[in-house]
C-alpha cells in the first residue's frame, strides 16, 4: 500500500512538472543576475518571471516562486547575494497561475516559510490549480498544491523585520491577484516601490456573461482604479516585461542608479493595459442594432 500510495505522489509530482511545458516561453527559465534594486529590496528571478526578495533584521520575504523548475534557480540567485535561502519567512506570490506559484510547495519545504495568499486566489493555491475559475479542467495549468498559513484581504499589512507591505486587491486577471505597495530608502530618500500583479486579459478570459466568475468585468475595473490611484517611484511587477527588466538593468549596469524610479512608465503601462481591457470589453459586448 505504502508503495501505491508513493507511485501515485511521484506521478502527481511529474504531471505537474512536466505539464504546462508546452506553455513555457524560453524567457521564463533564462538565468538572469540577481542584484539590489533600492533599500533593501532584491531581484533573484528569471529573465521574464519575476521574483522579488526583501531582506530584513527578522528573515527574508519573497515575492513569487515560478515555475517548479524556479525554486533551484532563485536559490542560486539569492545565495550568490550572500544571503541564506533558509532565512526566507514569508512567501508571497503575485496570484494563482503556475508560471508564478508552480514553486510555493518547494520553496515551503526548503524554507519552511509561512505562506501568505490573498483570500480570493486561496482555493486555487491549495488545490494547485483544479478550482481556477478559467482552467480547473485543463492539467497543463495545474501545479502542485500548497497549504495557505494566512488568508490576506484588500488592504492588510505583511510586516517584517521593520518593513511593511500592502496588499492591494487588484482582481480580474484572478480573483486574487495582488498589488503589492511599499517604501524603500535610498541615498537618505524615500521611494514608493509598486509591484504589479497582473492587469492582463488573456485571449481565453470571458468578460460577459461569465457563469464561474460574474464580476470579472467590474474586478479589471476596479483593479486599474486602484492602480491610478497608487503613488509610484520604482515600477516592477509579476513580469520582467512589464517593467521593462532588461532595458533598465542594462541601464543599471552601465551606471544609472535610477534606471528602475520610473513613475512616467508605470503610468503609461497601466493606461495601455486599461485600453486593452476596455478594447478587449468592447468586442465581446453585444453588437447594438441601428436604429
Known sequence: MRRLLSFFVAA?????LASPAS???PSWTR???PFRIAGNLYYVGSEELASFLIVTPQGDILIN???????AQIKHSVEALGFHFSDIKILLISH???DHCSGSAEILRMTHAKYEVMAADVRSVESGGRTDFQYAHDKTMWFPPAHVDRILHDGDKISLGGTTLVAHLTAGHTPGTVT????????GKKLHVVIVGSPNVLDSYKLIGNKTYPNIAGDFRHQFAVLKSLPCDIFLGAHGSYFNLTQKYAQ???GDRNAFIDPAGYAAFVAEKEHEFEADLQKQSPKQSPK
Open 12 to 16: 502527481a509530482a511529474l504531471l505537474a
Open 23 to 25: 506553455a513555457i516561453d
Open 31 to 33: 538565468s538572469f543576475p
Open 65 to 71: 516562486s515560478n515555475l517548479t523548475s524556479s525554486p
Open 96 to 98: 494563482a497561475h503556475f
Open 180 to 187: 503589492y505597495t511599499f517604501d524603500e530608502t535610498e541615498a
Open 252 to 254: 543599471f549596469k552601465q
